[in-house]
């Protein structure tokens, strides 16, 4: 069976099809890999932004202060990210193992 989806048929609003996917699992590690990387790489665009920004501004301004400190804060985001990324992705190689276990 292809990617192991399954499709509910629920009485709600009509009949509407809700898509599950036993390999998708949307928990702390998951939420933090999309924060952590969309998170990162946001920090790096505002923050580069910010940064120039200060430069066509006083020398002083807190605007190049906010960009330093969103560069800064993009290596931990994106760290956090990947790591996030290597629990799935560790989590997936287990329940691909045991499952292969099981079909012996």
Do not use: N
């Amino acid at each position: 069976m292809g990617a192991g989806v399954i499709y509910d048929k629920r009485e709600r609003a009509g009949e509407r099809f809700e898509h599950r996917s036993r390999e998708c699992s949307w928990d702390g590690c998951s939420w933090g890999a999309i924060l952590g990387l969309v998170g990162g790489l946001a920090a790096i665009v505002v923050g580069s932004a910010l940064t120039a920004a200060a430069w066509f501004l006083k020398a002083d301004s807190y605007a190049g202060t906010a960009g330093t400190i969103l560069l800064f804060a993009a290596i931990p985001l994106l760290l956090a990210g990947a790591q996030g990324l290597d629990v799935e992705e560790a989590r997936k190689k287990r329940a691909r193992a045991a499952r292969c276990d099981e079909d012996e």
